[in-house]
Nanobody, 124 residues
Framework: QVQLVESGGGLVQAGGSLRLSCAAS????????MGWFRQAPGKEREVVATTTRSGGAVYYADSVKGRFTISRDNAKNAVYLQMNTLKPEDTAVYYC?????????????????WGQGTQVTVSS
């Protein structure tokens, strides 16, 4: 089992940047695929970006391609989300999650471990 704690959220103006961090504890971090998800009020949780266990492959939702970058540091048991050129529509609670799935791009339901979330608010 792995425990996840997100940090780095906050209030930022449109066009600004934030870097989210997710610290993991528990079982060997490198055995988990990791992902960032977000949920805005009244909307379903959606994938933002995911990365494989080694970090060698990444996936981005179309809405964040070219603006967000996911990375992980297995030596530090951490995964990050660098968010640039933020837009008001990026406002949401952001969650990191871990999966033991060996599929290249697991679905949301395959992520068994979730952090508590961190609020990101982008003002116009």
């Amino acid at each position: 089992q792995v425990q996840l704690v997100e940090s780095g959220g906050g209030l930022v103006q449109a066009g600004g940047s934030l870097r989210l961090s997710c610290a993991a504890s528990g079982r060997t971090f490198s055995t988990y695929g990791m992902g960032w998800f977000r949920q805005a009020p009244g909307k379903e949780r959606e994938v933002v970006a995911t990365t494989t266990r080694s970090g060698g492959a990444v996936y981005y939702a179309d809405s964040v391609k070219g603006r967000f970058t996911i990375s992980r540091d297995n030596a530090k048991n951490a995964v990050y989300l660098q968010m640039n050129t933020l837009k008001p529509e990026d406002t949401a609670v952001y969650y990191c999650a871990a999966t033991v799935s060996l599929r290249l791009w697991p679905g949301v339901g395959e992520y068994a471990y979730w952090g508590q979330g961190t609020q990101v608010t982008v003002s116009s």
